[in-house]
């Protein structure tokens, strides 16, 4: 009879050997970032900072661009994780349900989106720039990362529409992709047109109540 324990392969201790290595790297990356712009942060800093070889560092990682995937695409999977968590209370709370609770609902998960971009705008920036490059390691992540907040925006707007509070007669995709869309346009356009980053939930509220607000359905008057 195999148990719950001998069923799990156990790894070996050169396999162990190399997930800690990983660690530390991944570790390094997010104290570096968290310091200073992605772009004054050399790989052999990382390395001191892992307390590995030069050589070694690029024996784990491709690039310096796959350190800035591996410390910020960890960090916005946290931030996922806990604005999917805090949805997912709001809905099963379902107090005052109406069409702005829905656009609501989709409202707080770019807030959040917003706040985090606003720990660190530069490499923010970066990042997002690397779903956009076709020969970027990061680049699959960070599109099934928009692809996930697209997934909830789509889900909400579909329930709103089923319980009869969102305008029916819109694709609920295609509004969530749009959502996506003004998020990405607003954190790309916000160091081009030198704009303060601070200002970038103000920028994206107003476009997102632009696109969702029309669909809100206005409740029927009571019958007498």
């Known amino acids: 009879m195999i148990t719950a324990n001998e069923s799990v392969p156990r790894l070996g201790l050169r396999e162990q050997a190399k997930l800690e290595v990983m660690r530390r790297i991944r570790?390094?990356?997010v104290d570096l970032l968290a310091s200073k712009p992605y772009d004054s942060i050399t790989t052999i800093e990382v390395a001191q900072r892992a307390g590995i070889a030069h050589a070694t560092l690029f024996r784990h990682v491709s690039s310096k661009d796959e350190l800035l995937t591996l410390a910020y695409g960890d960090q916005m999977d946290v931030v996922l994780d806990k604005l999917e968590r805090q949805d997912d209370l709001i809905a099963a709370a379902g107090a005052e349900e109406d069409g702005r609770w829905y656009c609501n609902r989709i409202r707080n998960l770019?807030?959040?989106r917003a706040e985090f971009y606003l720990r660190d705008p530069s490499n923010a920036s970066l990042y997002l720039r690397q779903g956009f490059d076709m020969a970027s390691p990061g680049r699959e992540r960070a599109v099934q990362q928009g692809d996930r907040l697209m997934a909830r925006a789509c889900r909400i707007l579909k329930d709103g529409q089923e319980a009869g509070h969102i305008c029916p007669g819109v694709d609920a995709l295609t509004v969530a992709q749009n959502c996506q869309g003004i998020f990405i346009h607003e954190v790309d356009r916000t160091p081009v047109r030198g704009f303060d980053p601070a200002t970038i939930w103000d920028r994206v509220?107003?476009?997102?109540?632009?696109?969702?607000?029309?669909?809100?359905?206005?409740?029927?008057?009571?019958?007498?």
């Open 27 to 29: 570790a390094a990356a």
């Open 110 to 112: 770019y807030r959040s």
């Open 205 to 224: 509220e107003a476009r997102l109540s632009a696109q969702l607000d029309p669909l809100i359905l206005t409740p029927h008057p009571p019958t007498p």
